[in-house]
């Protein structure tokens, strides 16, 4: 099907702005860029029972998270949703994510646990990997201080943000825990370097391009690592059984779209529950443009009730 009529505008409104590559920014000027970008498009301002800021003790340091505690939240223990936000491991923050979590604690009842892991290049692979694991252990740990059921508790990302979700999943499976009941993909990268249609169709014109993917890529890994890493290309694992069920986002006019699919598939083959639910008319990194593009809401929504129905 054609492109939604609201993306048509969104991508118009960047060529307009002369959005540019970004293999001509640096890593700072790209942050500085999608900052401004989500300033615009994210939606802005729903209000939620409460937003938290906290600084944990990571692996290298201090690690920021923000805790988002849903407006109509149990009065028991709720479900838990550890999120990662996307920007290829590059880019992105908890801020250029603030509508996104506030949309997600609302329409999941979930309390919401955003994550600002460290970023290359100046925390290569797998600074990413190793404070994602963290915070969701640091959570499952102190589930009952945050008023967190410990055996309802989900996590969840978008685009390099759903990655890192499939890897945790994967890593805690492998180290014996955490348990975790659910995982939810957003448009995620699964495989690094992968020969898909999608890949071939999308490469151009549809804002998240093969450009920035492979500048990203560059960025995020040491010189003559093996992209084939199941912690950066969860699909390439081996053994995908006994993983937690998952919820599965991809859109029509994402590159990334057919690797999506993918993952869901082999993660059916090898015996997990898979909710799987493609976005016509929609490009990459669409639910994080609510505040333009009105499907965004509608499809979050969704999205979340699927999540609270599934950690009943």
């Not at 460290?118 to 190793?130: D, G, I, S, W």
């Not at 057919?258 to 529950?273: I, S």
Request: hydrophobic share 40%; with cysteine; glycine share 8%.
């Amino acid at each position: 099907m054609p492109l939604d009529s609201d993306v048509k505008r969104l991508l118009q409104m960047l060529a307009a702005g002369s959005m540019p590559e970004g293999s001509e920014l640096t890593p700072a000027e790209m942050r500085r860029a999608v900052l401004r970008l989500a300033q615009a498009v994210d939606i802005r301002n729903i209000p939620i029972g409460k937003m938290e800021k906290r600084e944990l003790s990571g692996p290298d340091g201090s690690l920021p998270v923000r805790i988002y505690i849903p407006t109509l939240v149990s009065p028991d223990k709720s479900a838990g949703l550890v999120y990662f936000h996307g920007g290829g491991g590059v880019f992105c923050s908890t801020e250029t994510h603030d509508g996104l979590c506030r949309m997600l604690a609302n329409d999941s009842g979930c309390r919401v646990i955003s994550v600002d892991y460290r970023l290359a290049p100046e925390h290569k692979f797998p600074a990413a990997v190793e404070d994602s694991c963290f915070v969701t252990r640091w959570v499952s740990e102190h589930a009952l201080e945050l008023g967190i059921d410990p055996d309802r508790i989900a996590v969840g990302g978008d685009s390099a943000g759903g990655t890192l979700a499939a890897v945790v999943c994967q890593l805690a499976r492998q180290t014996g825990g955490p348990n975790l009941a659910l995982q939810v993909l957003f448009c995620p990268l699964t495989d690094a370097n992968p020969d898909t249609e999608s890949r071939k169709t999308y490469a151009e014109r549809y804002f998240f391009d093969k450009t920035t993917i492979a500048w990203a890529l560059r960025h995020y890994c040491q010189t003559g690592t093996d992209l084939a890493d199941p912690r950066i290309s969860p699909l390439r694992a081996t053994d995908l059984a006994g993983l937690p069920p998952a919820h599965i986002h991809t859109a029509e006019f994402d590159p990334l779209r057919d690797e999506g699919k993918a993952y869901g598939d082999r993660l059916e083959r090898a015996g997990v529950k898979v909710r799987y639910t493609c976005h016509e008319g929609m490009i990459h990194h669409f639910y994080g443009m609510a505040g333009v593009i009105p499907y965004a809401r509608f499809a979050m929504k969704a999205a979340g009730k699927a999540i609270k129905e599934s950690l009943v």
